[in-house]
């Protein structure tokens, strides 16, 4: 089957939740094959995303959505061979705990070998990512 891969974080205020129902919405209008398609969001904020606080996010959205996190190094050599980017943003004089994450949007597609594929961008009409997606399942077993 297929990967799709987002970094992102629960508290994003919006580049996350869109595309999280827009790739709940491609795997709901995938004529067949959405069962070969597993989507995996790797959390940017591994300090405040919890794996409880994960679950219950992606659940509100689909539960075929596997959450991943790990040590803020792993993320970071994780994020570094997709060569996605992310930092912590705080307003002057902000509590420690109050910060944005700025990150790399855009959704990764990965074979059944975890060769890459594709790069979905940011905000792709969900027909066209529905479109892309079934001409991949149609080139794997």
């Not at 992102?8 to 070969?36: F, H, N, S, V, W």
């Not at 803020?72 to 004089?93: S, W």
């Amino acid at each position: 089957g297929l990967l799709a891969v987002y970094f992102g974080y629960t508290q994003c205020p919006d580049l996350c939740p869109t595309t999280m129902a827009d790739i709940k919405a491609a795997l709901e209008r995938l004529p067949e094959g959405a069962d070969r398609v597993s989507v995996a969001m790797v959390t940017v904020d591994p300090e405040r995303d919890s794996p409880a606080v994960l679950k219950t996010y992606v659940n509100n959205f689909d539960s075929r959505i596997v959450a991943l996190s790990g040590s803020p190094e792993l993320i970071r050599k994780v994020a570094d061979n997709y060569k996605v980017r992310y930092e912590k943003v705080r307003d002057p004089g902000a509590a420690p705990e109050h910060y944005v994450v700025d990150h790399t949007a855009g959704m990764y597609l990965l074979g059944p070998d975890g060769r890459f594929l594709a790069k979905f961008a940011y905000a792709m009409p969900v027909a066209e990512l529905t479109r892309r997606i079934s001409e991949y399942l149609k080139t794997v077993p």
